[in-house]
């Protein structure tokens, strides 16, 4: 039976077979990953993947799509995992993961600060997601681009683009162009901050009215003094800063709440 595309869940199936040789070459998969699979969908990588490995994990939330790929493979070489990947905990599939997929755009975003919770478990990710997203996550200081997502992305992988996809190797079609992007986890020895938490904080104030100057955005949090040492201008705006300068806010900031509750 022919399946009908669900706009509600995002549904582009890709189908051009350069690109998806092209994917499954950047991936490398070998017979004895562990890896998942994210929407795989009409099997566009489900099929070559499984080929190679031993054993496949996929996360589906379509029950349609489960209930064709529970019929199509065995669950000794592919467990179908039915539901919402923005609820799923993937503490429950083995460390060392390798994370793939062609993921739905409208969900994209919480579903990378998803599963950064997890990097700690993951090798790496292979995904195929909307251009504009994967030039916002790769971004440099200074440019338009460059934003939260950038900077708390930065911060936990090392990213790179390695294919860009045109709306026709997709049915149907989406409406923008597409890229995949290769992401390694960062190792735990260079994660500075004192508070992952309280980074995301600053972060996200700093980046709430990207216009204003660092003086204006975080006020109430940075004082002249405070800027003076730190070393940086408060006339900045967040677009100016790299990584490493929102670490050492975040964690000037922890030291100093923590030294007056002593």
């Known amino acids: 039976m022919k399946h009908i595309p669900r706009k509600r869940f995002g549904q582009?199936?890709?189908?051009?077979?350069?690109?998806?040789?092209?994917?499954?070459a950047a991936i490398r998969p070998q017979p004895g990953d562990a890896m998942v699979e994210i929407g795989p969908g009409l099997g566009a990588l489900t099929v070559p993947l499984a080929a190679v490995l031993r054993h496949l994990h996929v996360i589906e939330i379509d029950r349609d799509i489960v209930a064709r790929l529970r019929q199509a493979y065995p669950p000794e070489r592919v467990s179908v995992h039915a539901g919402d990947v923005l609820e799923f905990?993937?503490?429950?599939?083995?460390?060392?993961?390798?994370?793939?997929?062609?993921l739905p755009y409208n969900i994209s975003t919480?579903?990378?600060?998803h599963l950064a919770r997890y990097a700690e478990r993951i090798r790496d990710m292979h995904f195929m997601l909307q251009k504009e997203v994967v030039e916002r996550m790769v971004?440099?200081?200074?440019?338009?681009?460059?934003?939260?997502?950038?900077?708390?992305?930065?911060?936990r992988f090392d990213m790179e683009l390695l294919i860009e996809v045109a709306p026709?190797?997709?049915?149907?079609?989406?409406?923008?162009?597409?890229?995949?992007?290769?992401?390694?986890?960062?190792?735990?020895?260079?994660?500075?901050?004192?508070?992952?938490?309280?980074?995301?904080?600053?972060?996200?104030?700093?980046?709430?009215?990207?216009r204003k100057t660092l003086r204006n955005s975080l006020a109430g949090l940075?004082?002249?003094?405070?800027?003076?040492?730190?070393?940086?201008?408060?006339?900045?705006?967040?677009?100016?800063?790299?990584?490493?300068?929102?670490?050492?806010?975040?964690?000037?900031?922890?030291?100093?709440?923590?030294?007056t509750t002593r």
């Open 12 to 24: 582009h199936f890709l189908t051009d077979q350069a690109v998806i040789a092209d994917i499954v």
């Open 89 to 102: 905990d993937f503490s429950v599939l083995p460390r060392e993961l390798r994370v793939v997929g062609n």
């Open 110 to 113: 919480p579903l990378l600060f």
């Open 139 to 155: 971004a440099t200081p200074g440019g338009r681009d460059y934003g939260r997502l950038s900077v708390m992305l930065q911060y």
């Open 168 to 210: 026709h190797a997709f049915s149907p079609p989406p409406q923008v162009e597409s890229a995949v992007v290769r992401m390694h986890p960062r190792p735990r020895a260079q994660l500075k901050a004192v508070n992952a938490e309280a980074l995301e904080q600053v972060v996200r104030r700093a980046f709430a009215q990207r």
């Open 222 to 259: 940075l004082a002249a003094g405070d800027y003076a040492a730190l070393g940086i201008a408060p006339g900045l705006r967040a677009e100016n800063l790299a990584v490493a300068d929102f670490v050492a806010i975040s964690n000037y900031l922890e030291n100093k709440e923590n030294s």
